[in-house]
């Protein structure tokens, strides 16, 4: 249950990514969320050289689920920082998945 919903107010806290998120959409507009985590799993896990050529051979429905197993505090990190930016009215998401920043 997200602590908002429950208590009825917003937390005070920004998730821990935003502003690398925020960053990733801001130079590149239309990127999706996979690929914003495929990005930062490649740039920041030591464990990544094993799994970059499994990440790129994976098809853009394929690679959610793939993030979610294997990297799931990166996932979740990421989705939690778009939601957040999203109720801030920060970036839009559009219909195809595409992020872009609220000029």
Not at 35 to 60: H, P
Not at 84 to 97: A, N, P, R, V
Request: net charge negative; aromatic share 10%.
């Amino acid at each position: 249950m997200k602590t908002k919903e429950y208590y009825g107010h917003e937390c005070q806290a920004q998730p821990e990514r935003v502003d690398q998120v925020y960053m990733y959409i801001r130079e590149r507009p239309g990127i999706n969320a996979p690929m914003i985590c495929k990005d930062i799993v490649n740039d920041e896990c030591d464990d990544a050289i094993e799994y970059i050529a499994e990440l790129n051979e994976l098809s853009e429905d394929e690679l959610p689920g793939y993030l979610n197993e294997m990297y799931p505090h990166e996932w979740n990190a990421v989705c939690e920082s778009i939601d957040y930016m999203l109720e801030e009215g920060c970036i839009t998401f559009s219909d195809d998945g595409e992020l872009n920043c609220v000029e």
